[in-house]
């Protein structure tokens, strides 16, 4: 009898899109509230401000339910 191998659909990769500075402007007024947080931004933003990743680092750090984000 021959095996019948099923192939599971993987999710539609999300949309990348970019930010506007006044989406960044609203996530960062949003602010999670931790001041550790806020300085590990200031941190991560001194080196890595213009990397095409941050956007990413920052919805994790501010937290993924940020309507602005």
Request: negative net charge; proline residues 6%.
């Given at each position: 009898?021959?095996?019948?191998?099923?192939?599971?659909?993987?999710?539609?990769?999300?949309?990348?899109?970019?930010?506007?500075?006044?989406?960044?402007?609203?996530?960062?007024?949003e602010?999670n509230?931790?001041i550790?947080?806020?300085?590990?931004?200031?941190?991560?933003?001194?080196?890595?401000?213009?990397?095409?990743?941050?956007a990413?680092?920052?919805?994790?750090?501010?937290g993924?339910?940020?309507?602005?984000?």
């Open positions: 009898m021959p095996e019948h191998h099923t192939t599971t659909e993987r999710p539609a990769a999300p949309q990348r899109r970019t930010l506007t500075q006044a989406e960044i402007d609203a996530a960062i007024q602010w509230g931790n550790e947080s806020k300085h590990a931004v200031v941190r991560y933003m001194k080196d890595h401000a213009r990397e095409k990743d941050t990413a680092w920052l919805r994790q750090e501010f993924d339910d940020l309507p602005a984000l």
